[in-house]
């Protein structure tokens, strides 16, 4: 740190040159994320045959989708930009609405306590994937790999287990339930009904990027993404920065899992899976780079957004579902290759 | 460097405008036909029935979702099918995105029935009229549908497990292809019920790959000598992986599938499949479209509390050369 306070004696040094303010808004990671979220609203207010895509009720349906993705996909953006992937992120969703299932529904306890050991559980998994990642050294791509079919395993065997079925229902029978439905799966803003999870995925929105961006502990995401030797050289706590991140997005994925388990009132054992890949391109597409070092929370947030409008923008659209993939496919290459695009030449000067 | 770059966005942008232009042609071109198919009737398509379902776009969905649209055309009603790859959520949210977009009736299956009972409530009170479809026999009336049309799951295995009795095999295996359906367990339970020496096997790489999923069936046959017969659940599980596992294993075993494939009919004719089990999904697609529109236009409330069943009808080979030239066009 203390080497850039060295005076620029050659005015060369590229760190130091000035950059004007419309470069600088070049260069954020979310730009194209945003340009690309415009115009996919626009073509979807286009396309829609509703009437309601661009009301506040077809707000209240496209934020839905997104939030259940949002919430995961930001402190998925915060590992990536540290470095690392969780493939179990998905998966997780599942396995922590079934912990906090199983333990009311077969082990009697009440609603707000299994929520808290179920938060607990999580993190000891993030903790584990972490830990592993570091002990061993693997890509964490391989050890999260491990961590989804051990998981996605023990969702399926401990069910069938303890249930005889494949799904753990009459969580509103829970003492507690109607409490903890009101914070984690009810709605607001009546006609309208916005889902509280929207409320949610705003606020993990706004502390993710006041930590990156005003937080010494942001600084450190970035520098072990970017450089992790250089990162430990300079004093930074490669081990513990990377473990939290993937703490967090364990528990991210766990308050997915319990929102999810509130809303539907049950939970089947193969929910979220395949989830984890909804998690990714929405990091991705919001600006995060898969090598690590570079993008930002509001980025995976707004990715999170295409995908939400998408998913209900073809409903309303009423484009043939054989098609669906494709035109997602589409959307996600467009706004990754906008991004992509507007980030080389707003980074021209550098590279 | 640049300009290749910015070409190249261009062009992709042109790709979506493209897919966004034909997707939104294929819409107009069904209502269209549909409104053309209703030219003697007069104009339904007013009328807009939803069809949000559990299905994933596979061999099963593809014919039901063919049934929806063929009753569409002949009443001239607007159709919208969705599909939410066996994501509860997905369809909790289908359905209330609906409700909100202005669907005049609601078509579902039901294989989660708690995680869509909110969304359904929504639906029944703004007024629109649900009928359950495929899954659900059991809990169509807690959902507030005015019937369900579909095969139960239970009497479907108990049919089997007469049949396996009359071929005369003394124990049956039953592989269960995928781990969140509960109307699989259901079949094997029916089976059960009526057969009575039946055993489960999870497969756990069901439809994605069939080959491994032979391997788990055979390794299944080669350890318990005393199986001879399979009832798959499925019918490309059925030809993809019972029957070359059969085959492999050397010993006669006798195969019974639940639906139909072009394939499964074809082994059927040839005498290597013994029966399959039919649950008509082309009349599961159909019916929910037509029960809808008599309710919305005449007040029609029909099944009288009961389901109705579109199987289980079988398929042996005194029957397979009907059912093969019905199954290539895609509707059986």
Known sequence: MSTTTAPAATGTDERLVAVSRFTRVLRRPELGALLGAIVIYVMFALVDTTGVFVTIAGTARWTDVAASVGIVAVPVALLMISGEFDLSAGVMVGTSGLFAGLLTTQYGFSMWPAIGLTLLFAAGIGLVNGWLVMLTGLPSFIVTLAMFFSLRGINLGVTKMLTDTVRVA???????????????????????????????????????????????????????????????????????????????????????????????????????????????????????????GFGSAIGASIGASIIGMAFIGIAYAGWNTDWSWLFLGVILFIAVLVNTFIGRRAQGARK | MKAPKLALVVVASTALVLAGCSGGTTADQSTAKSTSAAAGGGDNSAIKICMYTHGDGGGFWSVAKKGAEKAAADLGVTLDYQESNNDAQKQAQLIEAGVTGGCTGLAVSAPNPDAIKDALKKATAAGIPIVTMNSGSAVFRDLGAITHVGQDEFIAGQEAGKKFKEMGVKKVLCPLHEANNIGLQQRCDGIKDTFGNVENLQVTAGLADLAKSQAEIQAKLESDPSIDAVFALNADIATGAALPAAEAVGRPIKIGTVDLSGEAVTDIKDGKIAFAIDQQQFAQGYLPVVLLYLNKINGHVLGGGQPMYTGPGFVTKDNADLIQKLAEAGTR
């Open chain 1, 170 to 292: 009459g969580i509103d029978k829970v003492p507690g339930y109607d409490s903890a439905a009101s914070v984690f799966a009810s709605t607001f803003w009546a006609p309208y009904d916005f889902r509280t999870s929207v409320l949610w995925w705003l606020a993990i929105t706004v502390v993710a990027t006041t930590v990156l961006t005003k937080l010494r502990f942001g600084n450190w995401v970035y520098a072990v993404g970017g450089d992790q030797t250089a990162a430990r050289n300079t004093g930074v706590p490669v081990r513990r920065t990377k473990i939290a991140m993937f703490v967090c997005t364990s528990l991210a994925a766990a308050l997915v899992g319990i929102i999810t388990l509130l809303r539907l009132k049950s939970m089947q054992a193969g929910q979220g899976v395949g989830e984890e890949f909804t998690f990714i391109i929405a990091a991705v597409v919001g600006g995060c780079l898969l090598t690590g």
